[in-house]
């Protein structure tokens, strides 16, 4: 049963133009949630947080907007850069904060 | 600081044979994870251990699967007997708190042929 959910496989993007990434969840009891990016032969690396206490979260080109009622997350990038080409995952917790559960990945291709 | 370190990197096994990774943490982080992420799906953590207990297994097939921190340090986790379908990257992380996410190593990949 996959809670976390990313239902775009890839997406390509011209460089310089905004990228958004998004991923949906079911359990409502999550209120934490994370975005990692990976690099081929790479563990994931952190990227961008945001709790469910705010609805944005904001890291220099980096924008992670919640929308709770939806169950709804997204990830902004502007402008995009060649070197933001990568896998990126959305993880999400429940109010333990311990485990995470991730969602399958988007494959971002930047086009210079 | 130094990262997550995993070794080996890459694992090619024949099915009903064993085989063991082993991760060595960030230093001080309390919290260490193992993730199975098969390829075109997320990772999905197997065990995690807080110090040199286990605080979460219950997603790990304890019946071919078994994973020890000694000393609340050092990871190792084994296989045996491997199935066709544990051919993975196998990834370890460690966390300060994990409000904060995970550090993660580089992974192993392992083939089961």
């Known amino acids: 049963d996959q809670q976390v959910k990313q239902n775009s496989p890839s997406l390509s993007v011209q460089e310089g133009r905004i990228s958004i990434l998004n991923c949906d969840y079911t359990n409502s009891m999550f209120d934490y949630f994370l975005w990692y990016k990976k690099y081929p032969a790479e563990g994931p690396t952190f990227l961008i947080s945001?709790?469910?206490?705010?609805d944005k979260n904001e890291d220099g080109r980096f924008t992670v907007f919640l929308n709770k009622s939806a169950k709804h997350l997204s990830l902004h990038i502007v402008p995009s850069q060649p070197g933001d080409s990568a896998v990126y995952f959305c993880?999400?917790?429940?109010?333990?904060?311990?485990?995470?559960?991730f969602g399958t990945g988007t494959s971002l291709t930047v086009i210079p | 600081e130094a990262g997550v370190a995993q070794s080996p990197r890459y694992k090619i096994i024949e099915k009903r044979q064993s085989v063991a990774f082993w991760c060595n943490p960030i230093s001080g982080h309390a919290t260490l994870y193992w993730y199975q992420q098969i390829l075109g799906q997320g990772p999905k953590l197997l065990i995690q251990f807080q110090n040199n207990g286990v605080v979460d297994d219950s997603q790990l097939p304890k019946d071919r699967f078994s994973a020890e921190r000694l000393k609340g340090v050092d990871s190792t986790l084994k296989i045996q007997p491997a199935k066709l379908e544990d051919s993975a990257v196998y990834l370890c992380a460690s966390s300060l708190n994990s409000l904060y996410g995970y550090t993660f190593g580089s992974g192993t990949r392992l083939t089961v042929v």
């Open positions: 993880a999400a917790s429940p109010n333990t904060g311990n485990q995470f559960y």
């Open positions: 945001i709790s469910s206490i705010k």
